[in-house]
Every structure is written in structure tokens, then in C-alpha cells.
């Protein structure tokens, strides 16, 4: 089924809901100044500036780089658009209306110098001498117009010498080849009209106008069939008429030039994390003194206000993370209790980061400090919140303090994935464990693990082999002093925040605790009840994801409160006698229901922990005891709904509400009189479709798809734990064999008494398992 995206509104308005609905109180602002706190160190510059030394000087001391980072070399970037700018290409125009203009010029002269020839009009040609002197500023003679007029010249220009002219000038032809002085390359020759681009190469017998005159002069001198008085007219009137045909278009030459530069990346040196930059003694060069100002640039003395604006903008949003559920759902409450531990918690880990950060850089420069980083407890620090919390704060938790971790370690996006993995990594194995003793064991995979994704992060760092060795050292500290954190916190976290943590819980379920031996001692049939909740809640909560550690621990106490008044509950009615039979139900109900207070008091006088307590007061939600209600009914009462109801609250948690299913599906099927697979499956659906359509589980974040799961895993648990046996059909022969040898004994003891009465003398014993022999010794030595 499609849903339609949120707008900003009602992303806004969810947004509101969920942080007013896990409370606004000093909770929350310690949550946003914990951000603020850390986003402000973040900003902070750390160490001193370092040491700065322009080219030419000596270097007073060494000069180690703290980081990776590249550096701009402007004066090889400018020789690079330098060298790109001269071999791109000039652009000409080519006008093919100039070509026109020259073959038309030389025909119309040719015309109408025939005009006149033709009419013998020597006045017309001489003016014609008059207009092209005038016009092209020469002195050519009248005797030259005379000769271009004869056949053999005008054969020539139009047969061979015009079509040599026009194949010229299409080819182009330059004003001046001096344009292309150091241009070593080719041009760009682009049509006007048809604007089509070409390259063509400077090398290749580009002509310019003196070329191509000086060309035409030598193609007609040395024409054979041509005259000397035709060739002198031909050379005196036609390289007038010649004109460029290439116009350089420095414009068009310009934005290509810009276009291609703009593409160019500028030339940068890279300097690798622990790279000398310079030692003491040395002579510094223009490359060094880039990197040095590099250095001195970006470390900076002034608060960096961008890296103080993005660390809380990250910060805050990942902090929603906490209060939202992927759902949409409201899930557990977080408390003010559990903001102002999370608070604290990151507070810690970022000045523990911030201060070991600083302390690194405080040291002398020539001491490598950057693999530092990595002896950096967060998957410890992250498990803590494992104990406490479950899967999505957690994973909230732990992106969190991998950020700050790694902005606060100046670290890249390689050291903030090896805290985040490093930190899920140890969530799952603590998760996983069962004692402490296993918490203990969980170092090795967790060292393992280390060593992989450590090594991975050196490796997308550039971090040299050289250093390995070290960097073992660092990882083999984190893993042991995550560990440490782990069991050092713990019982603080228990004793100031009164959590029950992971250690609690498998402490509460170690069957020797006090309450569960008094349970078994005087409730045997609610121990047994306990033991068959907490079977069916862990599966239940493994099938959905929930936490199975706090569901199996709250059912094994969730009806502590039934010791008050054991035999008051069915399953503690051994002699067959119920003392409802002599109650109202009003009263019955009193009674049943104060199993839930006193469980309560019972276990806060024993320190289960809130979250236990909460299941105990939530396992009935707001249900009804309905045999009592239709007693009340039957005896001609009125009662009223309100009055037969658990106070609840309904369950408030996955764990409570897999505990409130679980606690009715086991007392139903135990009163199946035929628990065959089929009835049970039908009373595990029918039961879990009643308690969700009374609303029971309206506060709890379960899903439709967690309903199915759990139908599935009580029926099958309940089929396992109500099997059918095979019959043993000789058990039947064998008790009425017993009963036959006790009625036989019964009666040699009453003849035996009836004779010590008559005789005083014991009788002869007729024991059926004694032979006639053996009993007439034991009369004669009697």
C-alpha cells in the first residue's frame, strides 16, 4: 500500500508530537545543550599556530604535518592555464562573400574594358584607366588596359587564372601570417553563414595576402603561351582585386579559451598524515613554504564558526532519532531520567575526545600523535547504552558518539565508520551474552573485529606500514579498556540512575533469588505458572525483535503478588477447595486484583528495577476477570463495568504486551480438557485478536506483522509444552495388583490384633510373600 510523503507541516507536527509526548522538561534542554557544548569544542582550534618560514630561510625546528590535506599551487596553476591559453586554437571567419566581390570585381573590369574595345572607344577605356587609378590609388598605364584586352590574355585570366584565384581564396587566405607569430599549432577556421568548424593546421600552406600575390605573380610568369606584355598587364592590374578571406574572431576565440580554462582543475600538492614537512637545519623551499602556509592557514587561531554550525545542525537532527520510531508509533516513554543519562553520557565522550585531542596536539610536532584516535573506548562506551535501552536508541546512541568522536578527532569519514561498526559490533556481542562471564569472553571477537575494520581505516587514510605496529597497540587498548568501561559503569548506572541494566536482569533470573524461592515454596502452582510465561514471552520477543532478556525476567515475577493470598488463584488450589465459593465477586475481585499492587510493592521492596515493576502493574492492562462479572450478573446484581477492571495501566512497552498475551494464552490452554494442536491454535488466534480488538495494545508499538509472528510463536510453544504422550496400557493391571496385595495385608493385621486379644501370643503370619517354611520358624522362635 502506497502512502503520500509528509509535508513540511506535518513532519513538523509529528516531529512536536513525539518530543512532547517523551516530555519537554530539563530532560530535553540537557539533551540540546549537551549539542550545543559539543559543537562548541568542535569549533575550537586546536595547539598552537605552528611554525611558518618563507623560501629562501632556514628552518629553525621540525615541521610534522597532523593530518592529510591538499594544497593549491597557484603560481603551477597559473603556468597550467598559461600553457592550456596558447594551444587553444585561434578562430577565423571565413567570408565567402569576399571571393564573390574578387571574381566579380575582375569580371566586370574585363567586361567592360571589352565594351569599349569593341566600339573602338579609347575615351571609354581611358576612363576606365582614370576609375581604377583613382579608385586603387596607382598609375597603371593605358597600353596595359589595351593588352588585358586582347584574346589571349582574357583566354588566359578566365581559363586558368581566375579558377586558380578562387580555389585560393577558398582555402582561406590571412591579411597578415604575422597573426600567427609562436602559435605552433592549428586554428579553427568557422563559416559565417553555415557556422561548420574546422581544423586546420598552421603548417599546411596557409597563405596570407602578400603570399597569395606573390604566388599569382610566379603562376603567371611562368606561363609559356603568355606574352611579356600580358603578363606585365595581368601583374600590374589583378592583385588589386586580391582581399583576405580569414578574419580573425578574437571574441568567439575567447570564450573557448574561458570555457576550456573554466574545466581545468587547479594543480594541488598533497601532504600525507605525519609527513615531515620540514626538518630543522633545512633550507626551505617555494614547495615548503606553500605547505607550511597551508599548515598555518588552516589550523587557525580563530574559532571556526562553519564547523561549530554544521556539528550542531548533524547533531540535533540525529538527536530526533531518539524520540521518533520507524513505525510512526510513540513507543517507551524516554524519560527525563533516561535524556539527562544520554546527555551525560555524550557529554563525557566528547571532552574525554576533545581533551585527548587537544593533549595530542599540545605534545611537541615532531611526535606522531594521530594514531590516537584509535585507543578511543566508543564500542564500550556504546555498549552501556545496550544494557540500558533498546535496539533503535541504541544504534541512535552509538551514531552519535561516533560523530562527535570523529569531528571532535578531526577525523574523516573512515574514523567515524570504525567507531560506529566498532560499536554495533559490541552491542551484538553483549547482547548475545548470558553472564558476565561471557561479557569477559567477548573481548576476543571484539579484538578481532577491531584488527579488521582498524587495519580497513589506516588503509583508506594513507597511513604508512611503518606505523602498524602501533596501531595494534591502539586497538588491543580500545578493546580492553571497552570491557573495562563496561563493567566499571554498570553499578553506577544501577545505583545513581536506578536502571535495570543487562547484568541485573541475568542476575533477577537466576532461580536461587529470594522471591522466586518463596514463590516456589508457597505458590508451587504460580511458580510453575511463571516458569511457562517466560517460555512463551522469550520466544515471543526473539520472533519480533524485542528484548526477550527483560520480557523472560518480567514474566517469571509478574504474579509475585499472589504469595499474599496463594490459595485464593487456581492454580494454587491443590485440596480442591475455592474460597470464592463464599465470597461476593465484588470481594473475589478485590482480591484477585491486589495480586498486582502487592507484586508492586513486593518489587520495589526487593529492587527489580522500574522496568519490572512496570510490566507487574501493566500485565492486566484494564481487562476484567468475566467469570466474577457474570457471577455478579447471575446473583441479580447490577455491576458496573469500572468496578471489575484492573486499574491497568495497559501495557505501555512490546515486552508488556507479549507478557499480557502470553499470561492469558497459558492459563487457557491449561484448561483445555483436549490440548490437541488444532483447539490450541484456534484459542492462541481467537485470545490475541480479543485483547487487541478491547484495545489493550493501543499504547504498545506492535505492528500487524508482530501480531502474526507472535500468533505463531505461542502456538507452536504451547504445542511443544502440551504434546501428546503415549499410553502405557499396563499401568491399569498394575495398580489393581498393588491394591490386591494392600487389601490382603490390611486383613492379616486386623486378625493379627484380634488374636493378641484372645491369646496374647502373636499369630502365625500369613504374609503372601513369605513361604510356609519361613513363617514356621519365625512362629517357633516367637
Given at each position: 500500500?502506497?502512502?503520500?510523503?509528509?509535508?513540511?507541516?506535518?513532519?513538523?507536527?509529528?516531529?512536536?508530537?513525539?518530543?512532547?509526548?517523551?516530555?519537554?522538561?530539563?530532560g530535553?534542554?540537557?539533551?540540546?545543550?549537551?549539542?550545543?557544548?559539543?559543537?562548541?569544542?568542535?569549533?575550537?582550534?586546536?595547539?598552537?599556530?605552528?611554525?611558518?618560514?618563507?623560501?629562501?630561510?632556514?628552518?629553525?625546528?621540525?615541521?610534522?604535518?597532523?593530518?592529510?590535506?591538499?594544497?593549491?599551487?597557484?603560481?603551477?596553476?597559473?603556468?597550467?592555464?598559461?600553457?592550456?591559453?596558447?594551444?587553444?586554437?585561434?578562430?577565423?571567419?571565413?567570408?565567402?562573400?569576399?571571393?564573390?566581390?574578387?571574381?566579380?570585381?575582375?569580371?566586370?573590369?574585363?567586361?567592360?574594358?571589352?565594351?569599349?574595345?569593341?566600339?573602338?572607344?579609347?575615351?571609354?577605356?581611358?576612363?576606365?584607366?582614370?576609375?581604377?587609378?583613382k579608385?586603387?590609388?596607382?598609375?597603371?598605364?593605358?597600353?596595359?588596359?589595351?593588352?588585358?584586352?586582347?584574346?589571349?590574355?582574357?583566354?588566359?585570366?578566365?581559363?586558368?587564372?581566375?579558377?586558380?584565384?578562387?580555389?585560393?581564396?577558398?582555402?582561406?587566405?590571412?591579411?597578415?601570417?604575422?597573426?600567427?607569430?609562436?602559435?605552433?599549432?592549428?586554428?579553427?577556421?568557422?563559416?559565417?553563414?553555415?557556422?561548420?568548424?574546422?581544423?586546420?593546421?598552421?603548417?599546411?600552406?596557409?597563405?596570407?595576402?602578400?603570399?597569395?600575390?606573390?604566388?599569382?605573380?610566379?603562376?603567371?610568369r611562368?606561363?609559356?603561351?603568355?606574352?611579356?606584355?600580358?603578363?606585365?598587364?595581368?601583374?600590374?592590374?589583378?592583385?588589386?582585386?586580391?582581399?583576405?578571406?580569414?578574419?580573425?574572431?578574437?571574441?568567439?576565440?575567447?570564450?573557448?579559451?574561458?570555457?576550456?580554462?573554466?574545466?581545468?582543475?587547479?594543480?594541488?600538492?598533497?601532504?600525507?598524515?605525519?609527513?615531515?614537512?620540514?626538518?630543522?637545519?633545512?633550507?626551505?623551499?617555494?614547495?615548503?613554504?606553500?605547505?607550511?602556509?597551508?599548515?598555518?592557514?588552516?589550523?587557525?587561531?580563530?574559532?571556526?564558526?562553519?564547523?561549530?554550525?554544521?556539528?550542531?545542525?548533524?547533531?540535533?537532527?540525529?538527536?530526533?532519532?531518539?524520540?521518533?520510531?520507524?513505525?510512526?508509533?510513540?513507543?517507551?516513554?524516554?524519560?527525563?531520567?533516561?535524556?539527562?543519562?544520554?546527555?551525560?553520557?555524550?557529554?563525557?565522550?566528547g571532552?574525554l575526545?576533545?581533551?585527548?585531542a587537544?593533549?595530542?596536539?599540545?605534545?611537541?610536532?615532531?611526535?606522531?600523535?594521530?594514531?590516537?584516535?584509535?585507543?578511543?573506548?566508543?564500542?564500550?562506551?556504546?555498549?552501556?547504552?545496550?544494557?540500558?535501552?533498546?535496539?533503535?536508541?541504541?544504534c541512535?546512541?552509538?551514531?552519535?558518539?561516533?560523530?562527535?568522536?570523529?569531528?571532535?578527532?578531526q577525523?574523516?569519514?573512515?574514523?567515524?565508520?570504525?567507531?560506529?561498526i566498532?560499536?554495533?559490533?559490541?552491542?551484538?556481542?553483549?547482547?548475545?551474552?548470558?553472564?558476565?562471564?561471557?561479557?569477559?569472553?567477548?573481548?576476543?571477537?571484539?579484538?578481532?573485529?577491531?584488527?579488521?575494520?582498524?587495519?580497513?581505516?589506516?588503509?583508506?587514510?594513507?597511513?604508512?606500514?611503518?606505523k602498524y605496529?602501533?596501531?595494534?597497540?591502539?586497538l588491543?587498548?580500545n578493546?580492553?579498556?571497552?570491557?573495562?568501561?563496561?563493567?566499571?559503569?554498570?553499578?553506577?548506572?544501577?545505583?545513581?540512575?536506578?536502571?535495570?541494566?543487562?547484568?541485573?536482569?541475568?542476575?533477577?533470573?537466576?532461580?536461587?533469588?529470594?522471591?522466586?524461592?518463596?514463590?516456589?515454596?508457597?505458590?508451587?502452582?504460580?511458580?510453575?505458572?511463571?516458569?511457562?510465561?517466560?517460555?512463551?514471552?522469550?520466544?515471543?520477543?526473539?520472533?519480533?525483535?524485542?528484548?526477550?532478556?527483560?520480557?523472560?525476567?518480567?514474566?517469571?515475577?509478574?504474579?509475585?503478588?499472589?504469595?499474599?493470598?496463594?490459595?485464593?488463584?487456581?492454580?494454587?488450589?491443590?485440596?480442591?477447595?475455592?474460597?470464592?465459593?463464599?465470597?461476593?465477586?465484588?470481594?473475589?475481585?478485590?482480591?484477585?486484583?491486589?495480586?498486582?499492587?502487592?507484586?508492586?510493592?513486593?518489587a520495589?521492596?526487593?529492587?527489580?528495577?522500574?522496568?519490572?515493576?512496570?510490566?507487574?502493574?501493566?500485565?492486566?492492562?484494564?481487562?476484567?476477570?468475566?467469570?466474577?462479572?457474570?457471577?455478579?450478573?447471575?446473583?441479580?446484581?447490577?455491576?458496573?463495568?469500572?468496578?471489575?477492571?484492573?486499574?491497568?495501566?495497559?501495557?505501555?512497552?512490546?515486552?508488556?504486551?507479549?507478557?499480557?498475551?502470553?499470561?492469558?494464552?497459558?492459563?487457557?490452554?491449561?484448561?483445555?480438557?483436549?490440548?490437541?494442536?488444532?483447539?490450541?491454535?484456534?484459542?492462541?488466534?481467537?485470545?490475541?485478536?480479543?485483547?487487541?480488538?478491547?484495545?489493550?495494545?493501543?499504547?504498545?508499538?506492535?505492528?500487524?506483522?508482530?501480531?502474526?509472528?507472535?500468533?505463531?510463536?505461542?502456538?507452536?510453544?504451547?504445542?511443544?509444552?502440551n504434546?501428546?504422550?503415549?499410553?502405557?496400557?499396563?499401568?491399569?493391571?498394575?495398580?489393581?495388583?498393588?491394591?490386591?496385595?494392600?487389601e490382603?495385608?490390611?486383613?492379616?493385621?486386623?486378625?493379627?490384633?484380634?488374636?493378641?486379644?484372645?491369646?496374647?501370643?502373636?499369630?502365625?503370619?500369613?504374609?503372601?510373600?513369605?513361604t510356609?517354611?519361613?513363617?514356621?520358624?519365625?512362629?517357633?522362635?516367637?
Open positions: 500500500m502506497k502512502t503520500n510523503p509528509l509535508s513540511i507541516k506535518e513532519l513538523y507536527l509529528h516531529i512536536k508530537t513525539m518530543i512532547l509526548y517523551h516530555g519537554h522538561s530539563y530535553l534542554i540537557s539533551l540540546f545543550l549537551t549539542i550545543v557544548i559539543l559543537s562548541f569544542l568542535a569549533g575550537i582550534p586546536y595547539g598552537q599556530a605552528p611554525a611558518i618560514f618563507v623560501n629562501g630561510e632556514i628552518a629553525n625546528q621540525t615541521v610534522v604535518a597532523k593530518r592529510d590535506f591538499l594544497i593549491e599551487d597557484e603560481e603551477g596553476t597559473k603556468e597550467k592555464r598559461a600553457k592550456i591559453r596558447s594551444m587553444q586554437p585561434l578562430v577565423f571567419d571565413y567570408n565567402r562573400e569576399v571571393a564573390t566581390r574578387v571574381r566579380e570585381g575582375i569580371l566586370n573590369l574585363i567586361h567592360a574594358i571589352n565594351t569599349f574595345e569593341i566600339n573602338q572607344n579609347e575615351t571609354g577605356l581611358k576612363t576606365i584607366q582614370e576609375q581604377f587609378n579608385t586603387y590609388l596607382t598609375t597603371v598605364d593605358f597600353e596595359t588596359f589595351k593588352t588585358l584586352a586582347l584574346p589571349n590574355t582574357q583566354e588566359y585570366a578566365f581559363e586558368i587564372l581566375l579558377p586558380w584565384i578562387d580555389n585560393q581564396l577558398a582555402q582561406g587566405i590571412l591579411s597578415d601570417n604575422r597573426i600567427l607569430f609562436n602559435i605552433t599549432n592549428n586554428i579553427i577556421i568557422r563559416d559565417r553563414n553555415t557556422k561548420i568548424e574546422k581544423v586546420r593546421s598552421t603548417t599546411n600552406g596557409l597563405l596570407d595576402l602578400h603570399a597569395l600575390t606573390v604566388a599569382m605573380g610566379n603562376k603567371i611562368s606561363e609559356q603561351n603568355l606574352s611579356e606584355q600580358a603578363k606585365k598587364a595581368l601583374l600590374k592590374i589583378f592583385p588589386y582585386f586580391l582581399a583576405p578571406t580569414l578574419a580573425l574572431n578574437q571574441e568567439e576565440t575567447n570564450q573557448k579559451t574561458d570555457a576550456l580554462l573554466a574545466n581545468i582543475k587547479p594543480v594541488y600538492i598533497q601532504v600525507h598524515n605525519g609527513e615531515v614537512i620540514v626538518r630543522e637545519g633545512d633550507l626551505v623551499t617555494r614547495e615548503i613554504q606553500l605547505k607550511l602556509q597551508a599548515i598555518y592557514n588552516t589550523s587557525g587561531s580563530n574559532f571556526n564558526y562553519y564547523k561549530f554550525s554544521g556539528a550542531l545542525i548533524f547533531g540535533l537532527m540525529l538527536t530526533l532519532g531518539l524520540f521518533m520510531t520507524p513505525s510512526g508509533q510513540k513507543g517507551r516513554i524516554l524519560l527525563s531520567k533516561d535524556q539527562v543519562f544520554i546527555s551525560l553520557l555524550v557529554l563525557i565522550v571532552c575526545a576533545s581533551a585527548i587537544h593533549f595530542g596536539y599540545s605534545i611537541s610536532s615532531s611526535l606522531d600523535t594521530s594514531l590516537l584516535p584509535y585507543s578511543f573506548p566508543v564500542a564500550g562506551i556504546a555498549g552501556l547504552a545496550v544494557l540500558i535501552f533498546a535496539a533503535r536508541r541504541y541512535v546512541l552509538g551514531f552519535l558518539i561516533a560523530f562527535f568522536s570523529s569531528i571532535l578527532f577525523g574523516d569519514i573512515a574514523l567515524f565508520l570504525f567507531y560506529f566498532s560499536s554495533m559490533v559490541n552491542t551484538w556481542l553483549i547482547l548475545r551474552s548470558q553472564s558476565r562471564q561471557d561479557v569477559v569472553l567477548s573481548i576476543i571477537p571484539l579484538f578481532i573485529i577491531l584488527l579488521f575494520i582498524g587495519f580497513g581505516t589506516a588503509l583508506l587514510q594513507h597511513i604508512s606500514f611503518s605496529t602501533n596501531l595494534l597497540a591502539m588491543t587498548a578493546a580492553i579498556l571497552s570491557v573495562l568501561i563496561l563493567f566499571a559503569l554498570s553499578p553506577v548506572l544501577e545505583l545513581i540512575f536506578g536502571y535495570t541494566t543487562r547484568f541485573r536482569l541475568m542476575e533477577l533470573m537466576n532461580l536461587d533469588h529470594p522471591l522466586l524461592q518463596e514463590i516456589m515454596m508457597n505458590t508451587p502452582g504460580t511458580y510453575h505458572h511463571c516458569l511457562v510465561v517466560s517460555n512463551l514471552v522469550e520466544a515471543g520477543a526473539k520472533a519480533i525483535g524485542a528484548n526477550s532478556l527483560l520480557a523472560k525476567v518480567g514474566a517469571l515475577y509478574h504474579d509475585i503478588g499472589k504469595v499474599a493470598h496463594p490459595h485464593y488463584f487456581s492454580e494454587n488450589q491443590f485440596d480442591g477447595i475455592n474460597p470464592h465459593d463464599k465470597l461476593s465477586p465484588r470481594m473475589s475481585c478485590l482480591i484477585i486484583f491486589s495480586h498486582v499492587k502487592n507484586g508492586v510493592e513486593l520495589e521492596k526487593y529492587k527489580l528495577g522500574p522496568e519490572i515493576t512496570d510490566m507487574i502493574s501493566q500485565h492486566h492492562g484494564t481487562r476484567m476477570p468475566m467469570a466474577f462479572f457474570h457471577k455478579a450478573k447471575k446473583l441479580g446484581e447490577n455491576p458496573k463495568e469500572e468496578d471489575y477492571r484492573y486499574a491497568g495501566p495497559r501495557p505501555q512497552t512490546r515486552e508488556a504486551a507479549i507478557l499480557m498475551m502470553a499470561d492469558t494464552l497459558e492459563a487457557a490452554v491449561r484448561s483445555l480438557p483436549d490440548p490437541s494442536p488444532a483447539r490450541i491454535s484456534s484459542t492462541v488466534e481467537t485470545l490475541v485478536k480479543n485483547i487487541y480488538a478491547e484495545g489493550q495494545l493501543d499504547e504498545a508499538d506492535l505492528t500487524f506483522r508482530d501480531l502474526n509472528k507472535l500468533i505463531e510463536s505461542f502456538t507452536r510453544t504451547l504445542r511443544a509444552l504434546h501428546q504422550r503415549v499410553a502405557y496400557p499396563n499401568i491399569q493391571n498394575l495398580q489393581d495388583k498393588n491394591k490386591v496385595k494392600e490382603k495385608t490390611q486383613e492379616n493385621t486386623e486378625e493379627a490384633r484380634e488374636y493378641q486379644k484372645e491369646e496374647k501370643v502373636d499369630p502365625p503370619i500369613k504374609n503372601p510373600l513369605l510356609q517354611e519361613q513363617a514356621n520358624t519365625n512362629n517357633d522362635e516367637k
